[in-house]
Every structure is written in C-alpha cells, then in structure tokens.
C-alpha cells in the first residue's frame, strides 16, 4: 500500500525566517511521482513542483527549494525567507501506477502561517 | 485554452438529498478522477474515469456514483446525503499519464 506521511500539522514563523517542510511517503513501486501543492483558502490546489523516483537532483526555485532521498523516503520542501503570501496549507502527494491507471495519494497537508 | 471547471461552487443540501456535481475536463484530456477533502485532511480518491467507465475505486461506499459523458465531462452523484458528506470536492483531468490538473473545486455543505 501507498502512504504520504506529514507529520507537521501546523508551522508558525515570523515573515523573512526559512521554513522546511517534511513530506515522508511509502510504496513499493520504483516508478512513481512525488508532487508538491500549494492550498490557500479558496481551495484550489496550486503546483508546485514535480519528481520522478528517478531524478534525485535537488532543485531551487526562487525562494522554494526541494530536497528527495529515496534513502529517507523523504522529499523535504524549504522556503527560504518566508512571506506572509506564504501562508497556506501546503500538500505533498504520491502518484504511482496502479490497476492500469495513476491515482494521487496525499498527505494530510502542512498549515503554515507567516507572522509579519 | 481552459483548464478543469467544476459546477456549481458552493452547494447546500440537506441530510438525505441527492446531489450532482459536474467537471468538464482540460482540453485533450480523457481522464477524470474525483477527490473528496474533508474540513482539516488531504484530498481522499473517489474514482476515476476514462471510456466513460469507472476505472479505479477508492474507499467510498456505493452512494457515490459517478458517470462519463462522451465528450469526456463527468458527474459526480452522491445519494442519501450525510452531515459526514460535507467536503470540498475536486476534479482532476489527465491524458492517462502520471499528471493531473485539478479543478477549483465544488464545497458541498450538508445540514
């Protein structure tokens, strides 16, 4: 079975601190794709980022920043020099190959609240 | 080009009604799945269509019913509504790949 674990339910920081998110996931596929999205309070979901269980380069994107390692199972999300726009509930999701079609799996999302 | 539209956004219905909830998938996609999130959780995977057939079940019981039409748009029905129903529902559409495009969503209140 397949599993998307964040344990951090709720983050406060004060605006301008660094922030990391921790995504924990579980499957026994070697195929499989790791996802980022962004959910502010009207609910629509917003990528964010995209990896294949391939591709372990850690990427940058501006003031977010991704970190995989299949040797963790993790797939760990930093904004650095949090703004107060980053508030938000934010979702890491699995998507494996299963029964002849993808389906995503989510975790429970992470709330985070930027202080200014 | 638009992308996943849901109807309507909001809806309130009373325990034991009926309800239809309708998407209309992103341009040269054939695939709809439907996700119910409820008030705090992640999205949880209804079911998923292509070929105007339900493909893949998630763990839902049969009050909720879904059907694809053959311009790839897709119903989502839940019948003998439940104070526990009460979600944000969303659409995602995809061209039978790893990726999908969600919708902005449908929040069904049931009193």
């Known amino acids: 079975a397949q599993k998307v674990t964040q344990a951090q339910t709720e983050i406060s920081v004060v605006e301008k601190e660094d922030v990391t998110l921790d995504c924990v996931y579980e499957?026994?596929?070697?195929?499989?794709?790791l996802f980022w999205y962004k959910q502010p309070p009207s609910g629509e979901l917003v990528f964010l980022i995209r990896r294949n269980s391939f591709d372990e380069q850690n990427e940058i994107s501006g003031r977010y920043s991704w970190n995989f390692q299949k040797s963790t199972s993790s797939f760990n999300f930093t904004i650095t020099a949090s703004q107060v726009v980053d508030s938000a509930v934010y979702f890491c999701?699995?998507?494996?190959?299963?029964?002849?079609?993808?389906?995503?799996?989510f975790g429970t999302g992470t709330r985070l609240k930027v202080l200014a | 080009d638009a992308g996943v539209t849901q109807s309507p956004t909001h809806l309130i219905k009373t325990r034991g009604q009926q309800v239809t909830l309708r998407c209309s998938p992103k341009?040269?996609?054939?695939?709809v799945s439907w996700y119910q999130q409820a008030l705090g959780q992640g999205p949880q995977f209804i079911f998923q269509?292509?070929?105007?057939?339900?493909?893949q079940r998630g763990n839902f019981p049969d009050r909720f019913s879904g059907h694809q039409f053959p311009n790839y748009s897709s119903e989502l029905n839940v019948n003998a509504l439940l104070l526990g129903d009460s979600a944000l529902y969303l659409c995602?559409?995809?061209?039978?790949?790893?990726?999908?495009?969600f919708g902005p969503g449908t929040r069904l209140t049931v009193t």
């Open positions: 499957t026994r596929d070697t195929t499989y794709y």
């Open positions: 269509y292509y070929e105007e057939e339900e493909r």
């Open positions: 999701a699995l998507s494996v190959y299963t029964s002849g079609t993808y389906k995503y799996i």
């Open positions: 341009s040269g996609h054939d695939t």
């Open positions: 995602a559409s995809g061209a039978r790949t790893y990726e999908q495009y």
